[in-house]
């Protein structure tokens, strides 16, 4: 016979305890890898946005003469190297250059900093690049989002 002094948890409260707390870690990880995905799919998000908005910006300074362009690249960088790098800019003497991006985003889907490029040239659905110019970047991900589509067609 216990005491009053004796005071604890018998064995099947510290059963009933401990299953309680397994059923709520294993609800966890579902809502966590959830999570996870959604904060991927918002940093594709952004670094696409990033990357399209430096070549339209870099487009953008080729149609106004700011620079010289190659030919058969349509205005457009040849590599994304090249907005991270910068073009120098006609009339410039001071060999400053008009710089674009300050890194190449890293792509969330794939750890790294190789994008999929897709020239003028080249089927918007691709997965090949035509090299002639980049028109158009997307992640090298087979995955696809929740809503079937494959993070490439972002």
Same mark, same amino acid.
Request: glycine fraction near 8%; charged fraction near 30%.
């Given at each position: 016979?216990?005491?009053? %002094?004796?005071?604890?948890?018998?064995?099947?409260?510290? +059963? #009933?305890?401990?299953? +309680?707390? @397994?059923?709520?870690?294993?609800? %966890?990880?579902?809502?966590? #890898?959830?999570?996870?995905?959604?904060?991927?799919?918002?940093?594709?998000? !952004? @670094?696409?946005?990033? +990357?399209?908005? #430096? +070549?339209?910006?870099?487009?953008?300074? #080729?149609?106004?003469?700011?620079?010289?362009?190659?030919?058969? *690249? &349509?205005?457009?960088?040849? *590599?994304?190297?090249?907005?991270? &790098?910068?073009? *120098?800019?006609?009339?410039?003497?001071?060999?400053?250059?008009?710089?674009?991006?300050?890194?190449?985003?890293?792509?969330?889907?794939?750890?790294?900093?190789?994008?999929?490029?897709?020239?003028?040239?080249?089927?918007?659905?691709?997965? %090949?690049?035509?090299?002639?110019?980049?028109?158009?970047?997307?992640?090298? %991900? !087979?995955?696809? @989002?929740?809503?079937? *589509?494959? !993070?490439? &067609?972002?």
């Amino acid at each position: 016979m216990r005491g009053r %002094s004796q005071r604890g948890m018998t064995l099947v409260e510290l +059963i #009933a305890a401990f299953t +309680i707390l @397994a059923l709520l870690s294993v609800m %966890s990880v579902p809502l966590t #890898a959830y999570k996870v995905r959604r904060d991927k799919e918002r940093d594709l998000r !952004y @670094a696409l946005k990033e +990357i399209r908005h #430096a +070549i339209d910006m870099y487009k953008d300074e #080729a149609t106004r003469g700011t620079f010289q362009i190659k030919v058969g *690249t &349509e205005g457009y960088p040849e *590599t994304l190297e090249m907005l991270v &790098e910068g073009v *120098t800019a006609s009339g410039r003497t001071d060999g400053s250059k008009l710089k674009f991006l300050r890194r190449i985003p890293k792509d969330p889907m794939t750890n790294s900093t190789e994008w999929g490029m897709r020239s003028m040239k080249d089927d918007p659905k691709s997965m %090949s690049w035509g090299g002639d110019n980049v028109f158009d970047v997307y992640t090298k %991900s !087979y995955e696809r @989002a929740r809503d079937g *589509t494959p !993070y490439s &067609e972002w």
